[in-house]
Nanobody, 129 residues
Framework: QLQLVESGGGSVQPGGSLRLSCAAS????????MGWFRQAPGKEREGVAV???????EYADSVKGRFTISRENAKNTLYLEMDNLKAEDTAMYYC???????????????????????WGQGTQVTVSS
């Protein structure tokens, strides 16, 4: 059973930066897709960024140009570099891993939370002046 543990959340002012990390309990090099999702109070969980085993990435339109997802297989760790943070980025951020093959082959489906098998407990990001 793969376990995922997020860290790096916190409170920052608008325009600030944070780097989230997701440590996996097992090797991640073969994991089909790994991604970051977020959920704000009263809203549905939404996809932020996803990276597959080949390094292909997808980003939500709201974070393109500001967030960067990466994975370091040697350390079994997934990262999310967040720059130029905005108040609307405030949310609980979750790490997720593993999707069925038919999802991996269709990047347009990578942001569906229900397709991911493993989830972390989340780390809170608050952007406020």
């Amino acid at each position: 059973q793969l376990q995922l543990v997020e860290s790096g959340g916190g409170s920052v002012q608008p325009g600030g930066s944070l780097r989230l990390s997701c440590a996996a309990s097992e090797h991640i090099d073969s994991r089909s897709c790994m991604g970051w999702f977020r959920q704000a109070p009263g809203k549905e969980r939404e996809g932020v960024a996803v990276i597959d085993a080949d390094g292909k990435t997808e980003y939500a339109d709201s974070v393109k140009g500001r967030f960067t997802i990466s994975r370091e297989n040697a350390k079994n760790t997934l990262y999310l570099e967040m720059d130029n943070l905005k108040a609307e980025d405030t949310a609980m951020y979750y790490c997720a891993a593993d999707v069925p093959v038919y999802v991996r082959k269709r990047p347009t489906t990578w942001f569906k939370p229900t397709e991911y098998k493993y989830w972390g407990q989340g780390t809170q990001v608050t952007v406020s002046s």
